[in-house]
């Protein structure tokens, strides 16, 4: 489970400037106040959820690992 994360993880990763700039419509990432989805406010909040997914999933798998190889070496 925690290799198909990983690999989930990287792909996430990977794919950030595609996703990104699909979001955004411009490769600075600018965003506006328009009522269209590409470069407004609902694809801003998809854009941070996508950073900020970037980052803590990877740290999250990292925690779980440890703790998982805490747990069975307690266990044994």
């Known amino acids: 489970m925690?290799?198909?994360l990983t690999k989930a993880s990287i792909t996430l990763a990977i794919l950030w400037i595609v996703i990104s700039y699909i979001l955004a419509g411009n490769i600075s990432f600018?965003?506006?106040e328009t009522n269209?989805?590409?470069g407004g406010q609902l694809a801003m909040k998809l854009f941070w959820i996508n950073t900020y997914g970037t980052i803590i999933i990877p740290i999250l798998i990292l925690i779980t690992y440890w703790v998982s190889k805490l747990f069975f070496k307690f266990s044994k």
Request: aromatic letters at 22%.
């Open 30 to 32: 600018t965003f506006s």
């Open 2 to 4: 925690l290799a198909n």
């Open 36 to 38: 269209n989805f590409q």
